[in-house]
């Protein structure tokens, strides 16, 4: 027989065998002591179900609710500087610049004059975009044809022209040259729309001349996020205004913020409670379980030896509770969407891995004093029954 191969398993052997010994020892503590392993695992469970549903609670809520910011219009308008026209190649510097994470749309204005010697603003945008950007409008049918009008509620009185039923066409006059529309629908959004005329930006140069002026944009993502978007515009059109709407964004930040603080707030103090627990459950055990500790250290077990394994089955009661609690979580989550909200709450898979962190640190960071005791145990003085 070769004796290098047979030294080769013997040594394999050897290595092999406290690993065996060190897992059998992990499952002989749990089963052995069952109802304080159950307590610790307890408190481990609740920590992760609690921290899993008002994580995703918390998550589900920030995406609903940016979605529902997002209907409340334009958060940066690129608007020129003088009363001049843009640069031709704004619009496409403005998209180059958004990367498809937003929306922009522009907009060109004029004063024309009405047949009853009034004047009125009007405005050419792209509809179809105006559409996606300001859903919130209250419009009654949005122009399709072309010389089709969106005429604002104040606007239409003004104009004695009826969207229901008769005639539904009237003239608008700029700089002599006059153009016949036939009026589509109306928006009411109790702002200065209600006092305009929306045509086709098409319509609108042709009839006008005048190129946009304003550009309003909708970026996506959180408040620091759009300002990124607004500092980038400004750079790429240096000879425009870009001015964030603070209103929108200062309410999104807020709103976004309370939220975020009383997560986080509540979050924080059930884990700090389930690490209290987790700590006296195992003060509880490393204590029952002192002898066993003395006979290890008086065999020749290493400080080492001893610290990884409370720090295993700290890690292990960690792990378990989080898989056990993020399952029981994400069931909380939903059900109280159902419950409290009236609108289903989506599971968020990609909050385990925190709370699979977290419930580990936790249950590291419970163990941390019970190893520290454990490190100055002295064994004769256990097995003596001091």
Known sequence: MNPSASSRRGAKRSSMLPRSMFLRMLWRAATLRKARAAAALLAMIVAAATATAMLNLYVDMQAKMRREF???????????????????????????????????????????????????????TAFAEVQKLDSWWSVTKWPEAPQTALL??????????????????????????????????????????????????????????????????????????????????????????????????????????????????????????????VLATLMGWVYDRRRDFAVMKALG???????????????????????????????????????NFHAPVAPRLNIFLPVLLGSILVALLASFVPISLLRRTQPANILRGE
């Open 301 to 339: 077990a290493s400080e080492r030896i001893i610290t990884g394994f409370l720090a295993a089955e700290s890690a292990a009661l960690g792990a378990v509770g989080a898989f056990i609690g993020f399952v029981l979580g994400i069931g909380i989550a939903m059900w109280i969407g159902r419950a």
């Open 152 to 277: 604002g509620t104040r606007a239409a009185k003004s104009l004695q022209v009826n969207t229901g039923s008769g005639d539904k066409t009237f003239d608008l006059t700029f700089n002599g040259k006059t153009i016949h529309l036939t009026a589509a629908g109306t928006v009411s959004t109790g702002a200065d729309e209600d006092s305009r005329i929306y045509i086709s930006l098409n319509d609108f140069e042709a009839w006008t001349g005048v190129a946009p002026s304003t550009i309003e944009v909708q970026a996506y993502g959180d408040p620091g996020q759009i300002r990124g978007v607004s500092q980038k515009l400004s750079a790429a059109l240096p000879g425009a205004e870009v001015r964030p709407i603070q209103q929108v964004l200062e309410g999104e930040a807020r709103v976004l913020g309370k939220t975020r603080s009383m997560v986080f707030a509540s979050a924080v103090l059930i884990v700090v409670i389930a690490a209290l627990c």
């Open 70 to 124: 997002r209907s409340y219009g334009a958060n940066i308008a690129v608007v020129s500087k003088d009363g001049n026209p843009l640069p031709t190649d704004a619009l496409n510097k403005v998209t180059t610049v958004l990367d498809g994470q937003g929306i922009a749309v522009p907009f060109a204005y004029a004063v024309a004059n009405t047949p009853q010697g009034k004047l009125v603003v009007v405005a050419g």
